[in-house]
T-cell receptor
Framework: DGGITQSPKYLFRKEGQNVTLSCEQNLNHDAMYWYRQDPGQGLRLIYYSQIVNDFQKGDIAEGYSVSREKKESFPLTVTSAQKNPTAFYLC??????????????FGAGSRLTVL | AQSVTQLDSQVPVFEEAPVELRCNYSSSVSVYLFWYVQYPNQGLQLLLKYLSGSTLVKGINGFEAEFNKSQTSFHLRKPSVHISDTAEYFCAVSRGNFNKFYFGSGTKLNVKP
């Protein structure tokens, strides 16, 4: 079955360390997204990519970095510059074509905790 | 920028009772509207979407929503809830040539026996 795989599901980080969250999709979707979820705040967009080798900052990109070297993969690095990284991170994808009517498909999420 | 307001952060309801989860959005242009559901420690799943046409949209698990352009609302309803409907529900809006989504803060539905 097609879908989005995020790993790891749980991750612990010491302050000052960079960590990378993996996101892989086999849906043949062009567009991929990273969202951060905090209790009571909904989902906030970190980065998105419409096509390979191209990506744009979302609303809360500071302290994060991404790459899009392959259509299937969109890893997110949480750097030491991110002051409050403890959160639930969700990767999503869509066909990205045409109108804004395309549906987002989500992965199961990665929970990052800073010790 | 878009904004999406979910007026209730938590909604407690007894099993088999009806429920309405409210969603209002701000936009002066046409938008596409969505409701997603999230079970604990999982990703989001699409419940239903409004793109155009009939203002009453039916989704999975017996949920429906009504688009009201004059009130800029897209409230989610279910006539009789089950324990298994306990989850967090998110309203979302997108528009334009690329679907950059804007999400509400979520409503936790707690169905009690």
């Amino acid at each position: 079955d097609g879908g989005i795989t995020q790993s790891p599901k749980y991750l612990f980080r010491k302050e000052g360390q960079n960590v990378t969250l993996s996101c892989e999709q086999n849906l043949n979707h062009d567009a991929m997204y990273w969202y951060r979820q905090d209790p009571g705040q909904g989902l906030r967009l970190i980065y998105y990519s419409q096509i390979v080798n191209d990506f744009q900052k979302g609303d809360i990109a500071e302290g994060y970095s991404v790459s899009r070297e392959k259509k299937e993969s969109f890893p997110l690095t949480v750097t030491s510059a991110q002051k409050n990284p403890t959160a639930f991170y969700l990767c999503a994808s869509s066909t990205g074509h045409g109108s804004g009517a395309n549906v987002l498909t989500f992965g199961a999420g990665s929970r990052l905790t800073v010790l | 920028a878009q904004s999406v307001t979910q007026l209730d952060s938590q909604v407690p309801v007894f099993e088999e009772a009806p429920v309405e989860l409210r969603c209002n959005y701000s936009s002066s242009v046409s938008v596409y509207l969505f409701w997603y559901v999230q079970y604990p420690n999982q990703g989001l799943q699409l419940l239903l979407k409004y793109l155009s046409g009939s203002t009453l949209v039916k989704g999975i698990n017996g949920f429906e929503a009504e688009f009201n352009k004059s009130q800029t609302s897209f409230h989610l309803r279910k006539p009789s809830v089950h324990i298994s409907d306990t989850a967090e529900y998110f309203c979302a809006v997108s528009r334009g040539n690329f679907n950059k989504f804007y999400f509400g803060s979520g409503t936790k539905l707690n169905v009690k026996p």
